[in-house]
């Protein structure tokens, strides 16, 4: 478990901007935290080191999905009630194979996410927000050395 602070919205975009440019196919980092934490701001850091740009908070699609140097699918479970069945988001046809996969909100799935994610909690007030890093998994720990948040 890692953790990094920081004390602006462009701090937290520029880490996920390491993420993205550490990130390889079959990355799935989800990001955990309230309303306001930064998960978005994180997730278009990431978005602007893989070449994918307007990444936001969709309003009416879960899964938004961005061409650049490796496709990012954001997903954003927010609006959804409690999911059981990953098919009914097609996260499925994403997860693990060709593309990055970024999740807000993924306490609102039940299903199981891979075994080698990266847990990303987001937390703070004002202008500060503490990140935690957990990967669970090797080539999570991986990306996280390569993006310079590991040691
Ligand atoms: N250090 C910080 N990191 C990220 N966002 C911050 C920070 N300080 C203040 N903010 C503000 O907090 C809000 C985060 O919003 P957003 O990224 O959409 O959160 P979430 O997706 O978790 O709901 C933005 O209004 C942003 O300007
Ligand atoms: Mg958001």
Do not use: C
Not at 39 to 51: C, P, R, Y
Not at 63 to 77: K, N, S, T, W, Y
Not at 112 to 120: A, F, V
């Amino acid at each position: 478990m890692i953790r990094r602070e920081t004390h602006s919205p462009d701090e937290t975009r520029l880490i996920g901007r390491a993420l993205g440019a550490a990130a390889e196919p079959g990355a799935v980092l989800l990001l955990r935290g309230d309303l306001g934490s930064g998960k978005t701001t994180l997730a278009q850091g990431i978005g602007e080191a893989l070449g994918a740009f307007e990444v936001n908070s969709p309003t009416f699609i879960l899964v938004a999905e961005h061409r650049g140097r490796i496709p990012l699918f954001h997903v954003d479970l927010y609006r959804l009630g409690d999911v059981d069945d990953i098919s009914d988001l097609a996260l499925d046809e994403v997860i693990g194979r060709i593309g990055v996969v970024v999740v807000e909100w993924p306490e609102r799935y039940h299903g199981e996410w891979p075994e080698d994610r990266l847990e990303i909690a987001l937390a703070g007030e004002g202008e500060t927000r503490t990140l935690t890093f957990t990967p669970t998994g090797p080539r999570h720990r991986a990306l996280l050395r390569r993006a310079g948040i590991a040691p």
